[in-house]
């Protein structure tokens, strides 16, 4: 016969320890700073994830478009439009070796996309090159640029900087150093950014030119700040918005821009090229292509 109260004896201790292990106090439950710390690296997570996700369909988009401005020969063509606002000649490539201080504040503007000592970008474009041929001529003046960032002041540049850039400028190290940072901070982000607002080979070159004139920056005039007023205005093609009326508004608010800069300035890049381009309906930048910058007519057959 068994005997259930002898084991009910024998198995009360048993489960007391188990009871008592399982609770051991030197094993606290996690503090509130804990608990909010997992909380937040799971929100971190989510989000991380979800910004991977967007991104991975903003690449699908852009790889689906038409290759756009980024087609060789249209890709040429605006380094010829940009040359013919920036430099006053079709032949960009003639412009690696360019510099002067053109008195609009940005102190030294140089290369083949005016590159200013006083925007950040001829620094980057500096340090970038120096940390890949750190023999270069231009590497011992990376303290004086750092000192004049932001500003239009010459100070440690003088008088030898314009020499040592336009020296420089003959080595093709630095000539592809100048078009790889182009490409990075300018052409392929402002050609991206295009595509996904649905915009066309035209409006891709106006975000480009825009990029270049205003800069990468998230200022009250930069391009980013713009495109966000423009966006406020009219929607984009990807929006469901008409191209033509999303472009002209940009062009508006980028003209309005340049002209609450310095209001004298000339703003032919944008009257008598762009918006003519578009005032004519070649949303696909075809050739042969006829404009004018500052006065001067220009034309690619």
Known sequence: MKRPGILLLVAAPVLVLAVLLAFDPRDPEPSPAKRHSAAHESREDTKARAEQSEKTQDDEVVAEAPPGLAAPAKKELAQQL?????????????????IEDVGDGDGY??????????TH??????????KAHPDNGLARYLPALRKVDGTDSHEGLDPGFTAAWKAESERPAFRKAQEDERDRAYF???????????????????????????????????????????LKEADTPAAGGREKTYLDVFLDIRREAMKA???NRDTSRIDTAQRQFLYDGNMDLKTPLAWKVYGESYQVP
């Open 188 to 230: 392929d982000p402002a050609v991206r950014l295009a595509k996904l607002d649905g915009l066309g080979t035209l409006g891709q070159f106006i975000y480009y030119d825009a990029m270049v004139f205003h800069g990468p920056g998230v200022d009250k005039d930069g391009f980013y700040a713009l495109r966000e007023r423009a």
């Open 109 to 118: 503007t140089a290369g083949i996309i005016g590159y200013c000592t006083g």
């Open 261 to 263: 800069r310095r209001t």
């Open 82 to 98: 940009v040359a013919s606002a920036e430099n006053s000649t079709l032949h960009w490539r003639d412009t690696y070796g360019y």
């Open 121 to 130: 970008d001829l620094l980057t474009l500096v340090e970038r090159y120096t």
